[in-house]
């Protein structure tokens, strides 16, 4: 949730930057490698960022240890074989 929330606001930024840099005139043909190179950039951020706070959000709630069977699942008892 946290890479498409970020990801429509850096597509709505990066819009707005593009329609209003002077940058780009300067540099003509070359702006257009030059925007593809940051908005790739921040796409990137954004995503690992988003995979970093999904991964938290894991480990706060005890969701990675559930999924590896660490934890007894809801309601169920954990079996031990003797």
């Known amino acids: ?3 498409a929330i970020g990801y ?8 707005i930057y ?4 002077n940058v780009f005139q ?3 043909t070359l702006s257009a490698i030059f925007a593809f190179m940051l908005w790739v950039y921040y796409v990137c951020v954004i995503f690992l960022y988003g995979a970093h706070v ?6 706060a709630h005890g969701g990675a240890e ?9 309601g169920k008892e954990r079996r031990t074989h003797r």
């Open 1 to 3: 949730m946290v890479t």
């Open 8 to 15: 429509s606001v850096a597509q709505i930024g990066f819009g």
């Open 18 to 21: 593009t329609a209003h840099a």
């Open 26 to 28: 300067i540099y003509g």
């Open 54 to 59: 999904s991964a938290q959000w894991e480990v």
């Open 66 to 74: 559930r999924a590896l069977g660490r934890l007894p699942t809801r």
